[in-house]
T-cell receptor
Framework: GAGVSQTPSNKVTEKGKYVELRCDPISGHTALYWYRQSLGQGPEFLIYFQGTGAADDSGLPNDRFFAVRPEGSVSTLKIQRTERGDSAVYLC???????????????FGPGTRLTVL | GENVGLHLPTLSVQEGDNSIINCAYSNSASDYFIWYKQESGKGPQFIIDIRSNMDKRQGQRVTVLLNKTVKHLSLQIAATQPGDSAVYFCAETSIYFGNEKLTFGTGTRLTIIP
């Protein structure tokens, strides 16, 4: 498909476990964003990648959260020692960053719904 | 599917009528604003955007109005259809933030009554 894909679509885990959430951006998109959406809220920024590097991780809530994008395409959001408060939908978005046009549409994936029991 | 926005402000509109969704944004330094539509179980979908050097922009059946003085944004949807039922979010950003990370508003659930 041509859109952003995320796997798994649903993840149920137990408190204290480790989880990995995967994002496949649109081919050729250099910018990648992770957001978290709690029930009844708008998405909240977590981390931004430009290429392989995390250019802004100011939205990560604590050091249990980490994300990588080793080859500048697929990204993985990793959550250690999950807590019930981590339950949310985790959204990934990607965009082009061509020179000369600073505002680029972010295309969102369908999200991964994480439930921590 | 995912239930998005169970406790959001709601707006119900008769099919065929026009709807207006309002949003107050937070950062006076923001200079780019976007409206997103989110259906249950899906990610946000771009509807229309506007830059701060404009106060109005029109698309197909949608119009966005920007009032920078009071930091207010609105989305007008004309001749609403059942497929317009969704949660609508405004989002703000600025290239001067260092990247284009979006700050979303709380959202409004729009229900179109057939």
């Amino acid at each position: 498909g041509a859109g952003v894909s995320q796997t798994p679509s649903n993840k149920v885990t137990e408190k204290g476990k480790y989880v990995e959430l995967r994002c496949d951006p649109i081919s050729g998109h250099t910018a990648l964003y992770w957001y978290r959406q709690s029930l009844g809220q708008g998405p909240e920024f977590l981390i931004y990648f430009q290429g392989t590097g995390a250019a802004d991780d100011s939205g990560l809530p604590n050091d249990r959260f980490f994300a990588v994008r080793p080859e500048g395409s697929v990204s993985t959001l990793k959550i250690q020692r999950t807590e019930r408060g981590d339950s949310a939908v985790y959204l990934c978005a990607s965009s082009l960053t061509p020179p000369g046009d600073p505002y680029n549409e972010q295309f969102f994936g369908p999200g991964t719904r994480l439930t921590v029991l | 599917g995912e239930n998005v926005g169970l406790h959001l402000p709601t707006l119900s509109v008769q099919e065929g009528d026009n709807s207006i969704i309002n949003c107050a944004y937070s950062n006076s330094a923001s200079d780019y604003f976007i409206w997103y539509k989110q259906e249950s179980g899906k990610g946000p979908q771009f509807i229309i955007d506007i830059r701060s050097n404009m106060d109005k922009r029109q698309g197909q059946r949608v119009t966005v109005l920007l009032n920078k003085t009071v930091k207010h944004l609105s989305l007008q949807i004309a001749a609403t259809q059942p497929g317009d039922s969704a949660v609508y979010f405004c989002a703000e950003t600025s290239i001067y933030f260092g990247n284009e990370k979006l700050t979303f508003g709380t959202g409004t659930r729009l229900t179109i009554i057939p």
